[in-house]
Structures are given as structure tokens and as C-alpha cells.
């Protein structure tokens, strides 16, 4: 009503204009009084006076970006549509919102509308969770807050706290096996070495045989050469028996090289290895936890997961499709062999999975040439065949196989010593690929990594990402795309090309968004000129025979060398040394022979002997142990050439599963095999820490208390523990000093003792005389 009577004021004052100019009198102008500024927006009273308004009608409140906005009655403007708000808004009431509804809602994390906002849960709304820490691993609940966000993970009421073992782990709030191991009987073990279930649950293996790789074997093969126990491992890459039998690495640890560490790019934080990109206790860095309601993405705690990381894991942002540690679904980790492609856990390009393991058949002397098919006793694997000895091109012996270790990233410069974490082998040594640096363990691009930006350990903040070395709130032009919290081309990047997480093997590299070569073909994992290149002539997988050369892409014939100058098939052979033609072409030995001048021959190796036509290795045949027809009694196994019991060492002398523990010290067998102190204790003498009654310390020369230190309980007064037993103290050569009143002071003639109490010759104390022998005279006290 009151803008109709504004309207009807409006139309009289015009009428009376009109009436004035009709008969000729003065013309009048409108008065302004306030509306100097908005002749067209005046709202004028009865007064005559006037305010300045935003609009009168419609027409004063649209553009061309917002063509249906309104005038109210308040005379402001209003949304009319979508059409005024911008993208992504939502037009209610006039007001622009946004969302109306759920499926307006298109942010990870915030998927309810609530309020005309979007929303992380409802009010009242309650979802499972997980408690993944060091002490406890339980499914929880959690509350939706009045602010629309999660609170925190809560154990139900009447649920007890739950701990996981050192061989297992935290999935879904429950302790599982970690990966490598199976849980067989209640217990988790190693199918590969466990000789009471080797290979499957329940497969013992004989007495006096030994478990290797998950088969019954009486004497180790070349791949697993070490004896522990009864079974049969390589010491430089089992976590179980890393670098010796009596070491076994922390949960979450792998051993490299005979050493345990933490995975590559993980930290080891309150005893356990840990992910800071997507750790919400450990965000970043060892000890930085995320607050109520964010989460942890590439180091950084966020409000809600950035695209490149859009799936909350336990409180971090992950891809599900490329993500280790939760590959296809939340809790799914890939073994420390695998890679997680597309969701699923697979073998790394160049290796087939057999037997539950990532292996390069070409030589792997168990699967050589294909899975399961293992070389002989004697024999190595090259090139997917077996041999006698190595060919030029991979001469060195490792492990039953023939490797380089110039560039063989398994045995780099040394058998066993693994280059991982991103190197790679080049002339025996582990370096980073160009342009990317070492930063805890792994290869990194300090232009990208917001934890290693410009340099190791130079994180970003919250808010920043990483872009040409240096930390930025929002990306430039020239690297528009955002991955792991790091500014990328996605037509250039090697890491991330064509899109986030697409990395570039080398040495190929990224060109329009795709992998390529700059030079040749990507044949078996490496770039070659097809044209020259005897294992890839013409074409990839055409190799020419061993005589042959490639010219032009064309096998020719070019003969053989020297030290094996003979054509047999398509390689060259010495008639006098090759097993496989040994006195002609296609004459092959006996399994386990030797060609010695042209014929066929048993030659043993060191600390083997022929035993019944075969050789066996004495020093761990059960049936032959230091010497042929020695055989061990009963459920005694061969060690060195000895029957053992266990097979353990005196440090560590009991066996539990597959390890050798000492009861007295072993926090996870305290006592007894199984034992486990609570999380954080210590096994003290085969007692768990704080969990019964405080001992003397007796002078017996151990360490009763395990805090570091031996015979540290004072005997009586003048009398110390040395050597396991109480004494009088006794100060080399002769002189002896003994307390006998009070505390007494030393000179020159009579030093301290070992017990710690000092004489003076003739002092008195308060109480009387001191006692000496072989000190000066004493003097009667005055």
C-alpha cells in the first residue's frame, strides 16, 4: 500500500507540471531536499523531502549478469534466479544460498545442506570411525557437532581399549596381520619361512628339512641362502631376520640391505612408521596432530580434501587409485613389493607376481623364465634361462641370479643392496633421477613438494602449495594444476602427466601429457633405438641370437668370441666348460654336473661333499651334518656342520614361531612364547615392567632392573659390589681402607677406594677414630 501511495504521489506531481506548462505560468522545478545525488531513486515523504533508495521498480536492479534480480518492498535489491547468484549459488528468498538441497552439495566432506549451507553431517547424526593409534585400534563413534562438523572418534561406552601386536596392524579398527604375514592358528607368520606352516596353514615341513620360500627343502637355495632356525632366508631383505637371524624390524619397518628403516617418505613417530602427508597426528611432521574437524592432506591440516587427494582415510586425504596404504578402500595396503594402480595392489612394470611375491623372472633363479620354474642346484638365472655361469652383460652372481650391479637397482654395488624410495642404480651407486632430490629416503621435486619446497624439510603452511621452489597461496599460470599440494603442467610434468599421479618411468618423459621417449622406443621398461639395439632389432622383444649384431634394425651375423667360439642354436658355447653343450652342441649335463674338458663331471662347491652320488651341503643337511650319513637325531636341525635344537643363538636362544627371541627381554614373548607386555612396556627378566612386586637389586654382576647399569645396590657400609660379589674395599697395591665411624677424607697416602669411601690417616670424625692399613701412622686425636 505504501508504494502504491508513493506511485499516486508521484503521478499527481507530474499532472501538475503538466497543468503549470499548459497555461504559460512560471514553471516550478521539484524540490530536491536530499535527493541531490539519485533524482531517478528519491523516495520523497509528505514534507516534500526525500532519501536516496537502492530502487523503485525492478528495472533500477538489473544488468546484464543479473537480468531477473527484484525491487522489495524495502526498496533493496533481491535474486530473482540463479541467474543473479554466482556459479555455484542457489537463489532463496532473495538471498543467494548455498544449496537447497543435498545433491547441491558437491564438495568432498560436505555432502548434507543444512541451513542453506553445506555441511559435513546433520545435527544428532552419529557415523562409525576408527582409533588408529600406537596404543589402541578400535572401531569408535562419532557425533555430528552443532556446527555441522565431525567431532572426534570415541570409544563406545563399555568397549574395552584395544592394542594390536607388533606383527599386526591397525584395518577398520581391527588388528590384522600386516601385509607379508597369515594368520594361522591365532598367530600371524611368515608362509615363507615358517616351517610349521610352510607355504599354507598346517604345512609342517619334515624333521630336519627347512622352510624356504614357502617350500620344504633340505638344504637352502642360492635365493635364500641363510640359516635361521629352521628356516631358510635372505638376511639382507627379510623384515623377520633383517641383517641376522636374532634382528627382526618394528612394525611397519622393512629391511633394506640387512637393515630396517622406515619406508620410503615415512617417519618413524611414537614407534611407529607413519605417512606425515596423510598422518592427522603426525601432519607434516612427527607430533603436529590436526584439529577437531579438519584432516590431513599432503602435509597440511584443511577443512576438507583437495582434488587430487578427494577420499578421507582416517582422518587423511588420499587417491584411492594410486595410494599404497589404502589402495581401492580405506585400510587396504599394498605389500612393500607392490604398487597400487587404478584401486588395485600390483606388481611394479618388469615383474610377475608368483607365489605371492614381485619377481623379475628374467633372473630370478625360482621362477627363471616364467613362475615356478626354478634352476638346479648349481645353476643361475640370466635372461629368463638357466645357467652355469653368468654371460658378459650381467656378470655378477647374486643370489642365484645374474645381475649387473653397475645398474640393477636390487643389487646395486652390491648383492642385496636395494635401491629404493625412487633411486635408481647408476655405476653401483643409488642416486636420484635428474632433477629431483633425496629428502627422507625418497626422491622428491623440491619444485613441487610442499615438505621439501626449495629444499628438504622446507614445508609450506596450511594454506600454500608448492610452485617453483617456493610456497604460494594460489597457483600461476604456467602451472595451473594442483597435485599433492604442488603446482604442475600436467603436458610436462614427469610425476604428474596428463594427470595427477601419472608418473613417468625412466627414462621416458612427458611431452603434450603423455609419456614418451625423446630418443628410440620404450621397450622393457627402458628407451632404445630398434635400429641397433640387439634385444629390441626392429622391434620390440626381436632378439638376436648371440653371434648376431643389429644393423639397421636387421639381425646380421657377426660370429662368435674367442672364449666360446662354437654356433649352437642361437648362442655361442665353450664345448670344454658349457653344461648345456659340453663336449658337443646339445650335450647337456646332468642336473647338478659340471662340463670339466668336454665331459661330465660332479664338482661340489665349497662345503659340500658327494654324499650317495649328489652333492650336499654338511653344514646344513640334516641327514648329512658334518659329514656324509651324519644325521641329526630326532627333531635336531643342522647348523655349521652341528645338530642344534632350535637353531637360535645363545643371545637369543628360544624359538617362537619362525623367531628367535630371549624370554627374559622380549616385550611380545616376556617369559613365554606369546606373552605380551601392554603397549609402551618393557620385559625385565621375563617379567613385564610395572607388573609385579620391586626387587632388591642383588650383587650378582647383571643388570636385575634392565635400567642400563649392573650391581648398582650399595653392600654394607665399607664393603662395594665388584665383580658380581660384596668385598672390603681394597685400593691397589696393598693399602685397604675401611669405614668403620662417620665419613672420612683422602690425601695423597691414601686415595680413594673402589667402594667410594676416601681416608685420611689418623682423622677423626665426630664419633672417633678411622681405621687404616698400610697408611701413615695414626694420630691420637688431641
Known sequence: MFRLAVLSRLCLFVFLLSVVACTGDEKIAPPQNGCETCPDKCLRDTNGGGVCVTCLDDSHCRTDSSPTRKCTETFTCVCGSEQDCPQGKYCDNGGCVDCLEDSHCKASGEAYCVARTCRACRGGDTRSCVINTQQQCNQGIQSCRDSGRWGTCELPQGVAAKTCAADEFCQSGQCICKPGLKECSGACVDLFSEAKHCGKCGNACPNGSFCASGKCVAECPASTPTICGDACVNVTRNPFFCGDCSTSCKAGEICVAGKCSCPPGQVFCDGLCVDPRIHPEH????????????????????????????????????????????????????????????????????????????????????????????????????????????????????????????????????????????????GGKCVCPDGLLLCGGKCVDKAIDRLH??????????????????????????????CDGGCVDFQTNNLHCGKCGHDCPSPQSCSGGKCACAVGEYCDGLCVDTMSDPRHCGDCGVTCAEFESCAQGLCIFKGCPTDRPKVCGTNCADLQTDARHCGGCDKPCASGDSC??????????DGEAVCGGVCVNIKSNASHCGGCGKACPGNKICVEGACSDSGCTAEKPTRCGSACVNLLEDANHCGNCGKKCPAGGTCCQGQCSGTGPVKEIPCNGKDDDCDGQTDEDDCEVGFSCVNGACSECVQPPTTKCKEVLGTCRGNADCPKCICGFQCKDGEKSGLGFIKTRSCAAPTPSP
Do not use: F, W
Open 283 to 426: 601432519c607434516g611432521q612427527c607430533g603436529r596432530a590436526c584439529g577437531a574437524g579438519t584432516v590431513c592432506a599432503s602435509g597440511a591440516c584443511v577443512a576438507t580434501c583437495p582434488a587430487s587427494t578427494p577420499e578421507t582415510c582416517y582422518g587423511g586425504c588420499v587417491d584411492l587409485k594410486r595410494d599404497r596404504l589404502h589402495c581401492g578402500k580405506c585400510g587396504v595396503t599394498c605389500r612393500n613389493d607392490q604398487i597400487c594402480t587404478e584401486g588395485t595392489c600390483k606388481c611394479p612394470d618388469g615383474q610377475e607376481n608368483c607365489d605371492g611375491r614381485c619377481v623379475d623372472i628374467k633372473n630370478h633363479p625360482e621362477h627363471c623364465g616364467a613362475c615356478g620354474k626354478a634352476c638346479a642346484k648349481g645353476m643361475r638365472c640370466a635372461e629368463g634361462a638357466c645357467i652355469v655361469s653368468c654371460p658378459a652383460n650381467t656378470p655378477d652372481a647374486c643370489y642365484g641370479s645374474c645381475v649387473d650391479k653397475q645398474n640393477n637397482n636390487l643389487h646395486c654395488g652390491a648383492c642385496g643392496n636395494a635401491c629404493t624410495g625412487g633411486l635408481r642404480c647408476d
Open 453 to 482: 619446497c626449495g629444499g628438504c624439510n622446507q614445508a609450506c603452511k596450511d594454506h600454500q602449495n608448492c610452485a617453483a621452489n617456493a610456497c604460494v597461496s594460489s597457483c600461476p599460470a604456467n602451472t595451473p594444476n594442483v
Open 596 to 605: 670339466v674338458g668336454g665331459k661330465c663331471k660332479l664338482v661340489c662347491r
